[in-house]
DNA sequence: CTCGTATGATACATATCTGTCTCATTAAAG
DNA sequence: CTTTAATGAGACAGATATGTATCATACGAG
């Protein structure tokens, strides 16, 4: 039921973050009242969405880091673990959150990814000259993009991350 | 007057879609009324936003394009040109419109970049290999990225284009 | 200076969304 | 089977945004 109601408002809210609670009660086949009653008010719906959203992310990372040997390693297991995520990310682009817990978390995450630009650097992955907060926007942007392609339908999705990883690290050129 | 209320709504809209025509009015220092005179309805507005914002950047690259001698020159005045552009893209990038001429024109715009990624690659500037949407959606977040970190303050605005170029034919990755 | 037009302020009716409440029904636990 | 809790449907009031209408004023053209 929380579950169903959580679904349907990533799924409608992403689209349309002034959609009304009427549409995402529909979609998740509840009842208006049913909503309300898990979720008093609009904003406690969409800080649990928020939550929900990064609390799959922060785990989908934390799996991906474990045991990987090397920076790239890493970058590449969390591309993989992430990417299928996407829809998670459309619906928190989509919202300016002002909730105090939440913008912390985000700026731990973003942290956190600056810190992985740092390891790519120091193995020599990334080179030194590229601005940290470029690189990290950059890696972002291959996951949006990825998502967005797989979800097009246009890139299989077992092909997704090898490619961002490519793009990211190569780029389009012709060598 | 018209030109203060685009302005305006470009700069409240982008930020939150769904910001109140109020809002919109108060920003363009401008009574509620007055905009009702230009815009009767609030679709009127965000069509006549969309429309600004697509002749501003058909302009602009048209503009760009001329007597550029390479796809790769051309490739990098665009940049030059659009980045500039990035809150307007911000502004699209927010909305889902259902008007028929503006999503035409949308799929116009798509195709025309897809062509640029086609002489690109017919002067093996970029990989026969990248597909074709993949590398048209990564120009998309190159000057979407860039114009971020400028507005971030991270990234002169000078250095921006260049930094996007290499970026999407070379990657981060160190040589 | 005078007239006409555009503007700002204000009031108003309408529509939509929100949150609460009630009540009948259903499903599950005892 | 009985009881209890949860659900869906619907009614309801309040809040907010929208679009229209009115009126006084300021500004510019003639």
Redesign the interface.
Known sequence: MREAILDAAIDVLG????ASLAEVAARAGVGRASLHRHFPARDDLVAAVIRRCMDETDAATAAAVQDAGSARETLLRVLKAVIPLGDRYHFLASL?STDAEVRARYEADLEWLAGLVDSLKKE?????E??R???A??ID??I??AW??VA?G??AAADAAD?AL??????????
Chains 1, 2 share one sequence.
Not at 124 to 128: L, R
Request: hydrophobic fraction near 45%.
């Open positions: 689209r349309n973050p002034g300016s020599s992955v990334i080179a030194p590229a601005p907060f470029w690189a926007a950059n942007a291959q949006w993009i967005t392609e097009a246009r890139l490619l490519h793009t990211l690290l190569e780029g389009l050129g012709k060598r």
